[in-house]
């Protein structure tokens, strides 16, 4: 069984901090997803990486994909109260491109 | 984007009942849709892959003949929750992959359905 563990699982900071959550997994993945969740909806793709060392930015949000591509950080600069959520990674494999969610990291962000 | 739909939003039903639960691809075709449950607090479980045309791959410790599902077009795949009990209370998560299997595509996830058992 593929198995993704997310860290921290609860994150509660203040608007404007820095943050990493990590993302790791014994498993290698044709590519890793990053999804943020709201509650009572479903997740939203954040970014994709495919290439193992790849570093994606989308504004304050740096995505990196390890080497081996069995793990990846997502990094967020200067949060805002609107990133609070539940951020998941997932890796993905197979040709029907089979999703595999990790763990989930909830964050709050505090004004 | 392209925009996936779940029906209903939430369903309560008693214990012992069958609810239905549609998922649908609004503006692309799907060969293939997945079905997820996420409890309170938990992640994504992938509960089984949805296939146009052919039955559906369960992931184990999922019972097929609980958790019926159809792919019977390529907008459209259901999951049916058979003789419903408490413990199947949770939050339904369907997505849709446009394209062929093979091909990389981004998966378009539904808003979900929450279905409480009495």
């Known amino acids: 069984t593929q198995l993704l563990k997310q860290s921290p699982q609860f994150l509660s900071i203040q608007e404007g901090e820095n943050l990493t959550v990590y993302c790791n997994s014994s498993?290698?993945?044709?590519?890793l997803q990053w999804y943020r969740q709201e509650p009572g909806e479903g997740p939203v793709l954040l970014v994709t990486?495919?290439?193992?060392?790849e570093v994606k930015k989308l504004k304050r949000l740096t995505f990196q994909f390890g080497d081996a591509r069995k793990d990846s950080s997502l990094h967020i600069t200067a949060a805002q109260t609107g990133d609070t959520g539940l951020y998941l990674c997932?890796?993905?494999?197979?040709?029907?491109?089979?999703?595999?969610f990790g763990t989930g990291t909830k964050l709050q962000v505090i004004p | 984007g392209a925009v996936v739909s779940q029906h209903p939003s939430r369903v309560i039903c008693k214990s012992g009942t069958s609810v239905k639960i549609e998922c649908r691809s609004l503006?692309?075709?799907?060969?293939?849709m997945f079905w997820y449950r996420q409890f309170p607090k938990q992640s994504l479980m992938l509960m089984a892959t949805?296939?146009?045309?052919?039955?559906?791959?369960?992931e184990q410790g999922v019972e097929k003949d609980k958790f019926l599902i159809n792919h019977a077009s390529l907008t459209l795949s259901t999951l049916t929750v058979t003789s419903a009990h408490p413990e199947d209370s949770s939050f339904y998560i369907c997505?849709?992959?446009?394209?062929?299997?093979?091909?990389?595509?981004?998966?378009?996830f539904g808003p979900g359905t929450r279905l409480t058992v009495l």
């Open positions: 997505s849709a992959l446009p394209g062929l299997a093979g091909e990389y595509n981004e998966q378009f």
């Open positions: 503006d692309f075709q799907a060969t293939t």
């Open positions: 498993s290698v993945f044709s590519s």
């Open positions: 949805s296939n146009e045309g052919s039955k559906a791959t369960y």
């Open positions: 997932a890796g993905v494999s197979g040709g029907y491109q089979k999703v595999t």
């Open positions: 990486v495919v290439t193992g060392g």
